[in-house]
Each structure stands twice: as C-alpha cells, then as structure tokens.
C-alpha cells in the first residue's frame, strides 16, 4: 500500500479498525480508509464500489480460503474489473 502511494496511486484500504496507528499512518500518507468486518458480505461490497483494480493481501487464518473467495464474489458484485491476488500458500523452506 505504502509504494502504491509512494507512486501516486488513490488507495482505498480496506481496514478492520481505522482507529489503530497502522490504519493510522495509512491516512497520513494519503490512503482512504474504509472499516471492513469480514463476516458481512455488504461490508465488503461497500468497499469495493467505484473501485477498479482489487490488491486482495488477505491474512491467512483458517478462514483465509472463504474470505478470499468473500472478496472477491464483493468485488465482481461491485463491477472491480482486476483483481491481483497476492499468496504464499504453498511456499515452504
């Protein structure tokens, strides 16, 4: 998100809380924040419209797969047209 900004981008990131210092600092640097809760699907839609392009950088509990999959069905319902999915699933030593 930071380099993003560092280019010029308009950010929207998606945060859990927009009160703690890491959301924060986003804020300063430019980023418009928007507070997702993941269990709500009209949450996460509500992010996403007029949005173009989706940097989905999801946590990765044992919910990873379903809200990856929340996100993205969000994002196609809002008309994101690109979605890049970030991932280390799989990678090991």
Do not use: F, N, W
């Given at each position: 998100?930071?380099?993003?900004?560092?280019?010029?981008?308009?950010?929207?990131?998606?945060?859990?809380?927009?009160?703690?210092?890491?959301?924060?600092?986003?804020r300063a640097q430019g980023a418009e924040l928007v507070e997702v809760?993941?269990?709500?699907?009209?949450?996460?839609?509500?992010?996403?419209?007029g949005v173009e392009r989706l940097l989905l950088i999801a946590p990765f509990t044992a919910e990873h797969q379903?809200?990856?999959l929340a996100w993205v069905t969000a994002a196609k319902r809002a008309?994101?047209?690109h979605i890049t999915?970030?991932?280390?699933a799989g990678i090991d030593g």
């Open positions: 998100v930071q380099q993003l900004l560092k280019q010029g981008a308009r950010v929207r990131a998606a945060v859990r809380d927009s009160k703690k210092a890491e959301a924060q600092a986003l809760d993941m269990a709500s699907p009209e949450s996460l839609h509500r992010s996403c419209e379903a809200h990856s008309g994101v047209k999915k970030l991932s280390a």
